[in-house]
């Protein structure tokens, strides 16, 4: 199967400039690390130093859910309690895949 012209005009970008887009976003990425903006949503950033920061971000009602259904878990209300253990399960993924995704030689990328 032959390539198509994008095809061939892609790949030749990436050939020529590929590495250097590579190392302009992660250098964006490193500066930013440190920036939680609420208009991202929850979500988790490493350090330089392999400390992950995790921004939850709820609005009113969301954060009232949660309380309550920690609360009522607390008292015993079932139900409650199974609300709350898959919102906490959830939390639980966002640092799973953090962990997955950390790459060993984080925050020692080497500039040429």
């Not at 992950?52 to 015993?76: C, K, N, R, S, Y």
């Amino acid at each position: 199967m032959e390539e198509s012209s994008l095809d061939v005009a892609w790949n030749k970008f990436i050939e020529d400039q590929g590495e250097s887009i590579e190392k302009e976003i992660y250098e964006e990425l490193k500066e930013t690390a440190n920036i939680f903006d609420v208009d991202d949503g929850t979500h988790a950033k490493w350090t330089d130093d392999r400390v992950l920061g995790l921004l939850l971000v709820l609005d009113e009602d969301e954060a009232e859910f949660l309380l309550a259904a920690f609360h009522a878990g607390i008292d015993g209300i079932e139900d409650a309690s199974y609300q709350w253990a898959a919102w906490a399960t959830c939390l639980m993924g966002i640092i799973k895949q953090s962990l997955v995704v950390l790459p060993d030689d984080y925050g020692s990328y080497e500039e040429d």
